[in-house]
């Protein structure tokens, strides 16, 4: 995946303006128009992509084990800016491309992709002697 990023993965709206990737562009086209859509009802995503207040985590398989590295890598990237950012409301948008069957299949991938999160940040708590 040809990018200009620094790390391929996560994404400021700014990067995916001057990214050489098509994939990556009709994504974040994509879930622009679907929220711009009248009917999306989350208001909090419609002002964070109006003001570009967002950050957007493109993965290939949810729970996998490396999108799991790849997103808790991203994760903490945004905490920092989040931290540093003057924005109430600064989002982080993860999406997975994979293939996801039905509600119920996406409900266990979530899960199951939390607790690998989870069972990571506490490896590396116990690592680090707790702290």
């Not at 790390?7 to 974040?28: M, S």
């Not at 293939?99 to 991938?109: Q, T, V």
Request: hydrophobic residues 30%.
């Amino acid at each position: 995946m040809k990018t200009n990023n620094s790390h391929p993965t996560y994404w400021k709206p700014e990067e995916i303006g001057n990214c050489e990737n098509d994939r990556i562009k009709d994504i974040h086209m994509d879930l622009n128009e679907k929220i711009a859509d009248p009917k999306y009802p989350c208001v909090g995503a419609k002002a964070s992509i109006n003001t570009d207040q967002y950050r957007l985590g493109i993965y290939e398989g949810m729970a996998s084990e490396k999108t799991t590295q790849q997103l808790s890598i991203d994760l903490k990237i945004y905490m920092r800016e989040t931290i540093d950012a003057d924005s109430d409301y600064l989002t982080f948008i993860a999406y997975f491309t994979d293939e996801i069957r039905s509600e119920l299949d996406f409900e266990h991938r979530l899960w199951d992709q939390l607790q690998k999160l989870q069972h990571r940040r506490s490896q590396r708590q116990l690592g680090s002697g707790g702290k």
